[in-house]
T-cell receptor, first 113, second 116 residues
Framework: AQSVSQHNHHVILSEAASLELGCNYS??????LFWYVQYPGQHLQLLLK??????LVKGIKGFEAEFIKSKFSFNLRKPSVQWSDTAEYFC???????????FGGGTRLMVKP | GAGVSQSPSNKVTEKGKDVELRCDPI?????LYWYRQSLGQGLEFLIY??????PDKSGLPSDRFSAERTGGSVSTLTIQRTQQEDSAVYLC?????WGRGTDTQYFGPGTRLTVL
């Protein structure tokens, strides 16, 4: 079975600060990795995903994530956050043997203006 | 185009009653998923439909939960004899192609179920 851990449950930053949210997964085979975001009052939407190729992937709104296979990690980064990035962020994995997503517990990010 | 829609947006029911939650996937999407989001358990997979294949029910928490997908489109999640621990937001998602693990899943707004 696969599992996902997000170590930071709540993060508070000031605008223009840099962001890194941790995500670690456990699964012995090939995984596909996703970051989803849920803005207040809105539904989950995809930020970025990785399944092969360049381990540094760029997503929407200036977000990027790096897949480090040796560390089973897929951390999300943004160099300079904005107030509008206030949201809950979910890391998720799927594998090619099953199509469902396994989610981490989520990280609530609050950006202070 | 239209995204995934779900109805009702909110449902309050009494313990022991049955409820039905509806999901309309994005037109043309062959894969449909149900998840639930609760405070204690986070986001959990419930069931997955792919085309006309038998659904993957491995995430359903008990036999009180069932789902069907009619005509390869609309899906209904039914919870019988609801319990307070069923209170959660029930999310539906759909994806195109043939439900490969790399596909992006598009989520609906959810149905917030409260069992009194």
């Amino acid at each position: 079975a696969q599992s996902v851990s997000q170590h930071n449950h709540h993060v508070i930053l000031s605008e223009a600060a840099s962001l890194e949210l941790g995500c670690n997964y456990s699964y012995g085979g090939t995984v596909n990795l996703f970051w989803y975001v849920q803005y207040p009052g809105q539904h989950l939407q995809l930020l970025l995903k990785y399944f092969s190729g360049d381990p540094l992937v760029k997503g929407i709104k200036g977000f990027e994530a790096e897949f480090i296979k040796s560390k089973f990690s897929f951390n999300l980064r943004k160099p300079s956050v904005q107030w509008s990035d206030t949201a809950e962020y979910f890391c998720a994995v799927s594998n090619n043997a099953g199509n469902m997503l396994t989610f981490g517990g989520g990280t609530r990010l609050m950006v202070k203006p | 185009g239209a995204g995934v829609s779900q109805s009702p947006s909110n449902k309050v029911t009494e313990k022991g009653k049955d409820v039905e939650l509806r999901c309309d996937p994005i037109s043309g999407h062959t894969a449909l998923y149900w998840y639930r989001q609760s405070l204690g358990q986070g986001l959990e997979f419930l069931i997955y439909f792919q085309g006309n294949s038998a659904p993957d029910k491995s995430g359903l928490p008990s036999d009180r939960f069932s789902a069907e997908r009619t005509g390869g489109s609309v899906s209904t999640l039914t919870i019988q004899r609801t319990q307070q621990e069923d209170s959660a937001v029930y999310l539906c998602a759909s994806s195109s192609s043939w439900g490969r693990g790399t596909d992006t899943q598009y989520f609906g707004p959810g149905t917030r179920l409260t069992v009194l």
